[in-house]
């Protein structure tokens, strides 16, 4: 019988890693911890947006547009919101694709004269608090759909249905306005309302709507024709009011002429009489002459002093035929 060998035990080293292995393994999870820290503390709020930082889940501050950085999660959460953003709501309807398709619960309604009215509108809105959007609602777009729907049937349902659909438009659409601020206010939802415009207010379909329409065309009309008159006035009115004011300044122009020609001719006859009454025979003469002048233009004048008993001979006729003579007599010749 063979005696029984215990095997010898395996004498050789185990087999070691390749150098350099694990500093790699160690730079690789280094790298790796850096970007899920990076990426969970590192983070960017575009234009648009404000970030609201939650620290340990309650609410600490806010953050404007950029890069910023928080504590990794759980620690610190970032939300996003675009607070800037102007978004729009839409009552009774939905524009899908360029689709329109009507909402007949939210448009359909009771005027103040128990009539049945559609009413569509568009609500434009933007996040003014961001505590408050966060905290004191849930569900923001179906809180102002429902706040925006309370409003509009609370003024339509203390309107008349005329009123509400021809010139009362305008005045209905800033009462919900108003009304839906209140509520934004009261609630303190941190939603700010930048507009509200109704797309259409009118009747149900049928005749009730195609009389309705006549009397908004009519409307339409007159106000049309009011606008061409007072167009036509605020034209004509300034061009008569001027030609009247050219019609006063010259009638006050031709005053001042005459008043000043008459001080002149009052002037000029009292300098006049003051020479007469200094020498009444000479004056007396030189306006005969002056007038004689001003009636015959054309006449040649001689005059002669006939006082004295010497009788006087005075050849006209040579003297007329004399060019000389002529010359000299034009303007009178006394002797």
């Known amino acids: 019988m063979e005696p029984f060998v215990l095997p010898e035990p395996d004498r050789r080293r185990p087999s070691s890693l390749p150098p350099g292995l694990m500093t790699k393994i160690v730079i690789g999870l280094v790298i790796v911890l850096a970007l899920i820290f990076g990426s969970s503390t590192f983070y960017t709020v575009q234009e648009h947006e404000k970030a609201a930082i939650l620290t340990l889940g309650k609410y600490t501050t806010e953050k404007e547009a950029g890069l910023h950085f928080k504590l990794p999660f759980p620690i610190q959460q970032v939300i ?31 005027t103040g004269d128990e009539n049945i009215l559609s009413a569509d509108a568009v609500v434009e809105w933007n996040i003014s608090d961001m505590r408050n959007y966060l905290y004191n609602i849930d569900n923001a777009e179906l809180f102002l759909r429902n706040s ?38 009261k609630y303190q939802t941190g939603i700010h309302i930048v507009d509200l415009k109704f797309q259409d207010i009118e009747p149900p379909a049928g005749d009730v709507q195609n009389a309705f329409k006549d009397v908004t065309n009519a409307r339409e009309e007159k106000n049309t024709k009011i606008n061409v ?3 036509y006035e605020n034209d004509i009115l300034p061009r008569e009011r001027g030609n009247a004011q050219a019609l006063l300044e010259n009638a006050e122009a031709q005053k001042k002429s005459r008043i000043l020609n008459a001080q002149g001719d009052v002037a000029k006859f ?20 002056e007038t004689l002048e001003k009636i015959l233009p054309n006449a040649k004048i001689f005059i002669s002093d006939s006082t004295g008993e010497t009788v006087k001979y005075l050849p006209i ?19």
């Open 80 to 110: 996003v919101l675009p607070a800037k953003k102007t978004q729009r709501i839409q009552i009774g309807f939905r524009e899908v694709g360029g689709k329109i398709t009507p909402v007949e619960e939210e448009a359909m309604m009771i």
């Open 148 to 185: 925006t729907s309370a409003a509009i049937r609370s003024v339509i349902g203390a309107t008349a249905l005329d009123f509400a659909i021809t010139e009362g438009k305008t005045e209905v659409q800033g009462k919900v306005k108003e009304r839906l601020i209140e509520m934004q206010t």
């Open 229 to 231: 008159a007072t167009k």
């Open 270 to 289: 009292n300098a006049l009489y003051a020479e007469y009454a200094n020498n009444k025979s000479v004056t007396e003469s030189r306006l005969i002459i």
């Open 317 to 335: 006729n040579e003297l007329l035929r004399t060019p000389a003579a002529a010359a000299g007599t034009t303007g009178g010749t006394a002797k």
